[in-house]
């Protein structure tokens, strides 16, 4: 079925998606009950990113570690999210708007694109939408409703995400400029990892100076946090040279 089809007023649409596979030129549209199992964590977006003069939210590319490759997002609030998914080591796929679900019962508004579809290690899915507390209206609040029960018909979970805390964001967004693999020595990373085996938890600034020169230790060591190799808390206190860290998991 193409696309042009349901939109033209196809019979029953009730919980159709339209989407891109990955490497698909055209859209596709098919009843969720018949498409559950496309890979959506690999899909193009669905719509491309707004850009105009005055345009009050920031969109762009996040370059993520998750899936090798670049995942859009419409706003601030949506890229910090991005940013948490891409940290997380069970999500093993990652999507924005993955595809737009039409609906035929009446609601506020006669489609909605979701903001992203994760992919976890068990195979289980979870589709999200990103909308800080503040500005989610009874209209948006209807629309999130109808998509979460949509969502439960084939297994899916459903999330409505608001901001996370600013202490977090700002030690990811450090930690996130250390992803890349290029970031990674093995040399610096075997001993940085004895040392914490031998000696146990250290502070930042301790462990990458008894690793050797921290100009070249700290960005292994970054990228080992990114990775959860070294672990900390990154919820309650802003990183620094006085941050434990250890191998284990922190309480």
Sequence with gaps: MLASDSLAGHPDPAGTLMFREQFASASTTSKLADCWMVPFEHAQSIRAPAAFKGQRNFAGLWWCTTNQ????FESWCERDHLMSLDFDPDVTGVSSQPFRIIWSAPLPQHSHVPDFFIRHADGSAVVIDVRPDARVRPADEEIFRATMRLCSTVGWGYQRLGALPAVYVGNLRWLSGYRHPRCFRQPAATQLIDVLALAGPKTIGNLAAIAGDPVVTLPTLFHLMWTHKIRTDLWCVPLGNE????????P
């Design 243 to 250: 941050t434990l860290l250890s191998l284990e998991e922190v």
């Design 69 to 72: 490759r670049h995942v859009g």
